[in-house]
């Protein structure tokens, strides 16, 4: 099975840029299932219910989370109880939705999707990912030996930590959160493919997303300053895992970075 990982998509243009190329993309690729972080669609920070099923409009078969799940303005929440929409597992468990998921392709074959957040510089108080993620996937392990892990995490050795810890019992873990994707995808000795972190569909020209006279600012006078998304340098960042059906091991992993011209208007209402 070929998966198409989308990095954390961000803001109208990450948007714009998946509405655009996921089509071609899948058709030049061969493939079968894609998986999208999108913590980031509404504006760099959440995703609303209306974002939600754009999302999957465009083609995205299960969309995860992360930090920002929980962070629109509107606080309706009510679209995380659907199976495709994934916040991390080990959030609270009094927080609505789910943190893994099983997609049935339409010819039948299964895929597991696991989401976790890591703790390391970040929500330090939430459930050990590393105990709940073994956990979730031997359970899922159960019904698909397909099985991708979307760690969204801050250190780079908190994620491989992760991967090396499910290794040859998940098929993929990818990485999120950092928006910039790195250079060391690889298979591990087990079998599972491994990123550090996938990167960021959206603006490119941007600091991590966002325009960087804002984030400068802060950095300068160290006050509270609104962040504005940038609308500049659209990309798309992602990984291709191909996987073994029947050992649900990792035959390759490869990365996606395509620099994305608009032209014209964008209405997808
Ligand atoms: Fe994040």
């Known amino acids: 099975m070929k998966i198409f990982f989308v990095g954390d998509i961000?803001?109208?243009?990450?948007?714009?840029?998946?509405?655009?190329?996921?089509?071609s993309i899948i058709d030049a690729?061969?493939?079968?299932?894609?998986?999208?972080?999108?913590?980031n669609v509404s504006g760099?920070?959440?995703?609303?219910?209306?974002?939600?099923?754009?999302?999957?409009?465009?083609?995205?078969?299960v969309i995860t989370g992360g930090n920002h799940s929980f962070s629109v303005a509107d606080n309706d929440y009510s679209f995380m109880e659907e199976p495709i929409v994934l916040r991390p597992l080990n959030y609270p468990p009094k927080n609505l939705g789910h943190?893994?998921?099983?997609?049935?392709?339409k010819d039948g074959r299964n895929i597991g999707v696991v989401n976790l957040m890591g703790r390391t510089f970040m929500h330090e108080s939430l459930d050990c990912p590393f105990?709940?993620?073994?956990?979730?996937?031997?359970?899922?392990?159960?019904?698909?030996?397909?099985?991708?892990?979307?760690?969204?995490?801050?250190?780079?050795?908190?994620?491989?930590?992760?991967?090396?810890y499910v290794d040859g019992l998940a098929s993929a873990v990818i990485g999120t959160h950092t928006h910039v994707q790195t250079a060391d995808e690889r298979i591990l000795?087990?079998?599972?493919?491994?990123?550090?972190?996938?990167?960021?569909?959206?603006p490119g020209s941007s600091i991590i997303?966002?325009?960087?006279e804002g984030v400068i600012k802060k950095y300068l006078l160290q006050t509270y300053v609104r962040f504005e998304p940038s609308e500049e340098g659209?990309?798309?960042n992602g990984v291709i895992v191909d996987v073994d059906d029947n050992s649900g091991k990792a035959v390759s992993i490869s990365r996606v970075f395509e620099r994305v011209t608009f032209k014209g208007q964008f209405s997808d209402d």
Not at 29 to 36: E, K, W
Not at 99 to 105: A, M, N, Q
């Open 29 to 39: 690729n061969g493939i079968d299932a894609c998986v999208g972080n999108g913590e």
């Open 44 to 61: 760099g920070r959440g995703m609303t219910k209306n974002l939600f099923r754009k999302l999957r409009k465009y083609g995205l078969n």
């Open 209 to 212: 997303g966002m325009k960087p």
């Open 189 to 202: 000795p087990g079998g599972t493919a491994f990123i550090t972190d996938a990167g960021m569909t959206g």
């Open 10 to 23: 961000f803001g109208n243009v990450g948007r714009r840029a998946l509405a655009e190329r996921l089509p």
């Open 234 to 236: 659209a990309m798309i």
């Open 99 to 105: 943190g893994s998921t099983i997609f049935t392709l």
């Open 131 to 164: 105990r709940m993620g073994l956990e979730e996937i031997k359970k899922l392990r159960e019904q698909t030996p397909i099985i991708l892990v979307d760690f969204h995490a801050e250190a780079s050795s908190e994620k491989a930590a992760l991967a090396f």
